[in-house]
């Protein structure tokens, strides 16, 4: 039996498995950029100065800032209001504000992360955002501790050699009484 080319079957088997064997002799040439199974995935943002990072899956998507963010009163400062989102009311918070820095300053580089928690989602208004970064788990700082207000949402810190990474639980921000309370 042959292939159209008029090779036999034998001939490309042994072929496929030539090739087989030297891929997998070039396993170890793989740049060690290139993800590991090991590796913990986040979306990197800025807040206040700080780079954090926060995990893939509690992030639902990334928008520039709202051309219209209507003010809802009787609220805090750090809730900046409603923006209609492909006909769905999104609440915008500044999370830097409400973590006690300064509000954003928004520009070009600013980004609302959204999330959803209980079905409903929020809009988190940040600086910048970094990018997704891939942080080796043995870079993990075990029973680290942040401080300030900042500290109630990070569970986690990864020591890199661009600095120190806390790890931002948008699930424990969704679920603090005090979020949720946005009334003044």
């Not at 034998?10 to 997998?24: G, I, N």
């Not at 070009?108 to 959803?116: E, F, L, P």
Request: proline letters at 5%.
């Amino acid at each position: 039996m042959s292939d159209r080319g008029g090779h036999s079957l034998q001939t490309v088997l042994q072929y496929l498995s030539q090739v087989d064997e030297r891929s997998r002799g070039q396993e170890s040439l793989v740049p060690a950029t290139m993800v590991k199974e090991e590796d913990w995935q986040g979306l990197a943002f800025v807040l206040d100065g700080v780079k954090i990072i926060s995990a893939m899956d509690e992030i639902r998507e990334l928008l520039p800032y709202p051309d219209s963010v209507t003010r809802v009163p009787g609220t805090r400062k750090w809730m900046l209001g409603l923006a209609n989102i492909r006909g769905e009311l999104l609440p915008i918070v500044d999370l830097q504000q409400f973590i006690g820095g300064s509000p954003v300053v928004v520009d070009d580089q600013s980004r609302v992360m959204v999330i959803r928690n209980r079905g409903a989602s929020m809009g988190l208004l940040v600086s910048s955002v970094l990018g997704m970064r891939h942080l080796p788990m043995s870079k993990q700082i075990p029973d680290s501790r942040f401080d300030g207000l900042l500290g109630r949402y990070v569970y986690d810190v990864f020591g890199l050699d661009d600095g120190v990474w806390p790890v931002f639980s948008m699930a424990a921000l969704a679920n603090d009484e005090r979020f949720m309370s946005a009334a003044a």
